[in-house]
């Protein structure tokens, strides 16, 4: 059984900074080399939406457009953990942010459908 557990959300104020873990067990996700790793966030009253992925063969990644150049994820395959380092924090960024992965091939990143495992969620509110 796959868990997915993330840490790292909190309270910050407009232009911080905060780092998100998704801390993976289960299954070594270096193992499957269709294996990706990805962000969404869903804020009150709206759609859960993608945010990042990273695929875990290769590194290659894709971000929203609404957080490309301030957001990085990354990926420890030692740790099987993924992260998000969030830079330039703006309001509009609170929301609470799901971690989620597939280890088997599926034809996009953009959609929660592509994913198999869901993390719990953690709380990011950015004041202004």
């Known amino acids: 059984q796959v868990q997915l557990v993330e840490s790292g959300g909190g309270l910050v104020q407009a232009g911080d900074s905060l780092r998100l873990s998704c801390a993976a067990s289960?299954?070594?996700?270096?193992?499957?080399?269709?294996?990706?790793m990805a962000w969404f966030r869903q804020a009150p009253g709206k759609e859960r939406e993608f945010v990042a992925s990273i695929t875990w063969s290769g590194g290659v990644t894709y971000y929203a457009d609404s957080v490309k150049g301030r957001f990085t994820i990354s990926r420890d395959n030692a740790k099987n953990t993924a992260y998000l380092q969030m830079n330039s924090l703006k309001p509009d960024d609170t929301a609470v942010y799901y971690c989620?992965?597939?280890?088997?091939?599926?034809?996009?990143?953009?959609?929660?459908?592509?994913?198999?495992?869901w993390g719990q969620g953690t709380q990011v509110t950015v004041s202004s």
């Open positions: 989620a992965a597939r280890t088997s091939w599926s034809p996009g990143y953009y959609s929660t459908a592509h994913y198999t495992y």
């Open positions: 289960g299954r070594t996700f270096s193992s499957f080399s269709n294996s990706v």
